[in-house]
């Protein structure tokens, strides 16, 4: 592929966050062209290619993937179907890119991963704080030495509102949220990979829907082959706003990244001291999710490994796992003898 072709990438999934990706790739990346949406949703590929001035429009995904003149796919659909799409996608010889997570068990995983490699595609996946400036400073300095030792790690996920719990489906809060801070956890402590996870969760914001299998609080603390000690902890309804937050100890300093104010105006009146805070992800990480998109399309271009890749998902579905395991059986699991879901 030429570099002066523009990149003709396909969107599956028109959803909320398949919405924002498509107006990256319409608008905000030079080289760049969205060439087609699919989603099974009648209409909803139409409609919002309409908005976009995209002209092409399936409700057949597999109509999509056919065409010969797409050279790469954007899958934003929802998570279950993620790992078949991957599949898919990749055997249709496009480059891939994947909402997180890539799959729910390692046995999808292996066969994405799989896939991709015999294709000889890209297959990126959509863990976004790697691509956010404070996170990613975090990383270079630490991978640099900047610290020391990762010693103690800490991230966490606290969404506004839980808002429809019965559309959610059982161990989300670890599969579809917490895997964001796995991820983080490993990107922020290189090399080091993890040993033994322990889990706690429980339905605190809705416990009429415990029966159904909806946790919405959760603490996760996770052992690196390093020696190093990390927690993960997410939460279904933080009313201040939308809160992800990490922090790493090390040998010789310590960094800290994430924040819930929208800006850094603080008020100070009569009724004490205010700020106000984002309440939404894409507002928080707008440009991370920008960045991440032009980071899979410039690996499609230039045919090197993506920052974030299939194995990463692995790696990150694999703590999830064992959070789910240790949470149903109520002890530690060591992840080399994780049993899949």
């Known amino acids: 592929m030429t570099t002066q072709q523009p990149l003709a990438v396909g969107l599956l999934g028109a959803g909320r966050m398949g919405s924002f990706h498509a107006e990256t790739l319409a608008h905000r990346l030079p080289g760049v062209r969205l060439v087609a949406i699919a989603d099974p949703t009648p209409g909803a590929a139409r409609s919002l290619g309409d908005r976009l001035g995209c002209a092409t429009a399936y409700t057949d995904i597999g109509e999509l993937l056919a065409d010969p003149h797409i050279d790469a796919v954007v ?10 799409l991957v599949e898919a996608a990749a055997k249709a010889g496009k480059a891939v890119y994947c909402e997180k997570p890539m799959a729910i068990t390692l046995a999808e995983a292996d066969r ?3 896939a991709a490699a015999d294709a ?3 297959l990126q996946v959509g863990f976004n704080r790697r691509y956010d400036a404070g996170f990613r400073a975090a990383h270079e300095k630490i991978a640099a030495g900047a610290i020391g030792t990762p010693q103690l790690l800490r991230s966490l996920t606290r969404d506004p509102a839980l808002a429809d719990p019965a559309r959610i489906p059982p161990w989300t809060i670890f599969l579809e949220t917490l895997i964001h801070d ?12 993890p040993v033994e ?7 605190l914001i809705r416990p009429d829907f415990k029966d159904r299998g909806l946790l919405d609080t959760a603490v996760v603390t996770v052992r690196f082959d390093n020696g190093a000690l ?10 201040y706003g939308y809160d992800v937050r990490a922090e790493v100890l090390g040998s010789t300093g310590m960094l800290t990244m ?7 105006l603080t008020a100070y009146g009569p009724d004490g001291v205010a700020a106000e805070c984002v309440t939404y992800d894409q507002h928080l990480f707008h440009d ?5 998109l032009a980071d899979f399309t410039d690996s499609v271009r230039t045919e090197r490994t993506p920052s974030a890749t299939g194995e990463d998902a692995r790696a990150a579905l694999a703590i999830a796992l064992a959070a789910v395991q240790s949470v149903t059986t109520g002890g530690p699991v060591r992840v080399d003898r994780l049993q899949d879901l």
């Open 75 to 84: 899958i934003a659909t929802p998570a279950r179907t993620h790992a078949d």
């Open 112 to 114: 994405a991963i799989a």
């Open 120 to 122: 000889g595609v890209p």
């Open 182 to 193: 796995f991820d983080v956890l490993r990107h922020l402590n290189p090399g080091a990979e």
């Open 197 to 203: 996870v322990f889990a706690m969760a429980d339905a």
């Open 230 to 239: 990390a927690t993960a902890e997410a939460s279904f309804q933080a009313v």
């Open 258 to 264: 994430g924040d819930v104010r929208r800006t850094h």
């Open 288 to 292: 991370a999710y920008v960045a991440e």
